[in-house]
């Protein structure tokens, strides 16, 4: 069976890349139609009915931004994806809170294009679906709404609150106290809302790279000693790797995400101080893996609780959102066909045990938990 053509139209005024794009689809099977102003573009997206657009931020005419946001008042389903020359991270989430599916910088490798290209009308295809079978919209595509809306008050409040600071007699305890309260519980309600995204955000295999693991322990070493200044000095903290430890294929920011989760449960668990060890190493398994394993001396986990670690919203803290665990799994397992596993002595400690391919993966096929 002939698979079915897709409609992608290409916005950019740089005759050279959209000749590049179209060399690099040529051997897929995509329709291409070309806008080389921000008008063609819009009315384009409303006559043709493109399923996706590649859009570029300069255009002759007007901004690619406002392109962005008179496609999406034409179709608001439609996939955009962003891809420019210059760029910068504020930028992307610039796009990406105006609805962008995904945001490219050139140069661009065709793989990669292709790859991006994929996904992104693979995650349409998947709310389509979720559409026609579903009246309620998935996790995936009501949290980010949802999220929006809890975020917007609440920086209303930290500014009102900023304004409170300024003009009042901070001599007053209570006052201190309560704005200190508040101040502290805005922050928890960001943090869980952060957390809630990171979870239901779809795998980004875009962002993949070769990445050293040495690496992404020692900056989230220090970025946890900065987090927990107070505690740091009661905490020993040991790293051992391999000095020729084998590069992993991976997303660099989600790996250091999961390992920040991994040290701040150590963290948390010795609120005494104790020591902590990171050790990564090759395995000599086939095929190839890497082997990170943290060991704390925390408080440990009680045998019944092995079972839930990694279920969302299970947690034995007072103030934690239960995510962490949960988070790291969706990232090691499900995005890097990594396996992470807890072994646990109450009042002795907790070693956890994280393995990722050395080699570069295949999408798809997740790894394991327990
Ligand atoms: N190193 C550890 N030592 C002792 N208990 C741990 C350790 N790591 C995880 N746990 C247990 O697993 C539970 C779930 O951990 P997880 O990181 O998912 O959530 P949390 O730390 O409670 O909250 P969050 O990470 O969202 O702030 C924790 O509440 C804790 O009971
Ligand atoms: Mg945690």
Known sequence: MNKKERKLLVVDDNIDFVHFIRRALEQENYRISIALDGKTAIEKASTENPELILLDMKLPDISGEEVLERVKEINKGIPVMVITGYGGDQLAIDMMRKGAVDFLTKPLEPRILIKA???????????????????????????????HEIRNPLHAISGALAIIQKRCNLKDQFLTQSIKIIHEEVQRLNDFVQGCLNFVRPPDFIRFSEVNLREVISVTVSMLAHM???ESNKIEITVKADPDLPKVYVNYEEIKQAFLNIIKNAYE??????????EASETHESPKMIEVVFTDQGV???????GSLFSPFYTNKPRGNGLGLALCRRIIVERHQGTIHIESEEK?????KVKLPATRLQENTPGEAS
């Open 228 to 230: 927990f200044e107070s």
């Open 117 to 147: 290209i994929k996904n992104a009308l693979a995650i349409h295809d998947t709310r389509q679906e979720d559409k026609k079978f579903n009246p309620y919209p998935s996790l995936e595509i009501f949290f980010p709404f949802l999220a």
């Open 269 to 278: 668990a010795m609120p005494e101080g104790g020591e902590l060890s990171i």
């Open 348 to 352: 002795k400690g907790t070693t956890v």
């Open 300 to 306: 440990g986990i009680k045998k019944e609780a092995m």
